[in-house]
């Protein structure tokens, strides 16, 4: 029996070995950088895109929040009710919560959020935010603002990286009460991952 016929199969049994475990740590680094790169959970982003408000002479002044959340990552976005309140003055004078949902992944998602507010109580007699009220409307112009939260979950790769998010839109309104138009709009945004 030759020597070179015994070492031979053991060659071609460590060749194969080392070949199968270069293949798996290419595999390995492979997926490691897909998922830090495309499965990395990314903010999303809350936008108002417009704030329309109804006749001042009704009883219940409605403010209608138009706000859109673009969600930029792999997975879907599932959140709860939305949170939106309505301050005058530093006042919460309306509050509304909007449907859950889900914000497909890569996709925008709007939603119209209504607040009543009772004008009623911002006219009570003998308060300073009543005369204040009053003094701005004679004025023809009211500021107010608004802050929308939306909480919710991203979870990548079929659950295995979970992630909470809560967004919050801080937005303050200049109002031209003649016409009911919005004559100027700031708005922050803040964005938390958990």
Known sequence: MDANAVVMPCQRLNCALLACGVSSLLIAVGTLAVTLTVYRVRA?????????????SSPVLTVVADVSVRNPNAASLRYGPTETTVFYRGRAVGRAAGP????????????????????????????????????????????VATRTAVRGRVAVMGGVVRRRVALEMNCTATVAV???????????QRVWLQ
């Open 178 to 188: 003649a016409d009911m138009s919005i004559r100027e709009q700031s708005c922050r």
């Open 44 to 56: 999303p982003v809350m936008t108002m895109n417009a704030i329309s408000l109804t006749d001042p």
């Open 100 to 143: 859950p949902g889900t914000a497909p992944a890569r996709r925008t998602v709007r939603m119209n959020v209504t607040v009543g507010v009772a004008v009623g109580e911002l006219l009570v007699v003998g308060q300073p935010a009543g005369r204040l009220f009053l003094r701005d409307v004679a004025a023809g112009v009211v500021e």
